[in-house]
């Protein structure tokens, strides 16, 4: 759908989703029992840390483009974006399913792919930072060209 929705916002609401998640083509739930509780421990700790990087890069590539729009935790905003993980391969890549909805809605306005491509050094959950990372600054770069 179209997202022209954005052109007079300025908070966007972000929540992230990782319900649906695979890493290297298993869910979660298997990399668990696999390798135990302290994988559990590191995976769940590293979860506010992407959400972070995509937000923060998000909204830094808004700011060098002089538009006034912000994501982040955002209650009262009219519409809400959501990062539904999709995969996570074996080179620590990420491919996600941005949702835009009214915010408190799950009725979805638009629904855009986007991949991100990690880096080349570091522990799994550097690696998929930096995904989240050029991810953020491919979307921020795509909503730029589309709602201007």
């Keep these: 759908g179209s997202i022209d929705f954005l052109r007079n916002e300025t908070k966007i609401n972000v929540s992230f989703d990782f319900s649906k998640v695979e890493i290297e083509g298993k869910p979660v739930k298997y990399w668990i029992a696999k390798e135990g509780e302290e994988w559990k421990n590191d ?17 830094a590539v808004m700011i060098d483009k002089s538009r006034d729009l912000d994501f982040g935790n955002f209650q009262e905003a009219n519409y809400q974006l959501t990062v539904q993980f999709l995969t996570i391969d074996d080179d620590n890549d990420v491919k996600a399913l941005l949702i835009f909805s009214q ?11 986007i991949n991100g491509k990690a880096g080349k050094f570091g522990s799994m959950a550097n690696l998929i930072g930096d995904a989240m990372i050029d991810a953020g600054e491919k979307f921020g770069k795509f909503l730029i060209r589309k709602i201007e």
């Design 103 to 113: 915010n408190n809605s799950q009725n979805a306005l638009a629904e855009i792919s």
């Design 43 to 59: 995976w769940e700790e590293a979860i506010p840390e992407f959400s972070e990087k995509f937000v923060r890069t998000l909204n």
